[in-house]
């Protein structure tokens, strides 16, 4: 039997009628939430990411933003495709973040270790860089 939390999201109803006088979220609608909602955003986390932990991890991380931003859903708005939409936003966000700590990364890391035809080709006079092609003894 559905709780009355579980039928308030589903007829659509205000989350918690203390929901627009203040900040506050009834803790048992949030437990709702999750309970109806997980495997759905789980889902979409899947398609994002191709470990099972990732996945899992994005889809908590989800239900922590939803907490955060559930005071700013449009009442007016079905809840499922909202939720969707977080979820969505969230594995883009999530993955431009390790893109971006990956190339930062990669730029902090000293590469002394450069095999001996590249430091004998940066070396060499006659090696132009920008075609990879011995200038001429003409120029």
């Not at 203390?18 to 899947?46: D, F, K, M």
């Not at 993955?95 to 590249?118: A, G, H, W, Y």
Request: charged share 25%; proline share 6%; net charge positive.
């Amino acid at each position: 039997m559905a709780t009355k939390s579980a039928l308030m999201i589903m007829e659509g109803a205000p989350l918690c009628p203390a929901l627009n006088e203040s900040q506050s979220i009834c803790p048992e609608v949030l437990g709702t939430i999750y309970t109806a909602h997980y495997r759905y955003v789980l889902g979409i986390c899947r398609r994002f990411f191709r470990q099972p932990e990732d996945a899992e991890d994005a889809a908590a991380e989800v239900f922590v933003k939803l907490y955060r931003v559930l005071h700013q859903k449009d009442e007016r708005l079905p809840f499922r495709p909202w939720v969707s939409q977080v979820a969505w936003r969230h594995c883009i966000d999530k993955l431009r973040q390790r893109k971006r700590e990956k190339s930062s990364s990669l730029e902090d890391t000293n590469f002394e270790c450069v095999s001996p035809i590249v430091r004998f080709l940066r070396h060499s006079p006659n090696f132009c860089a920008r075609t990879n092609t011995a200038r001429s003894e003409s120029s």
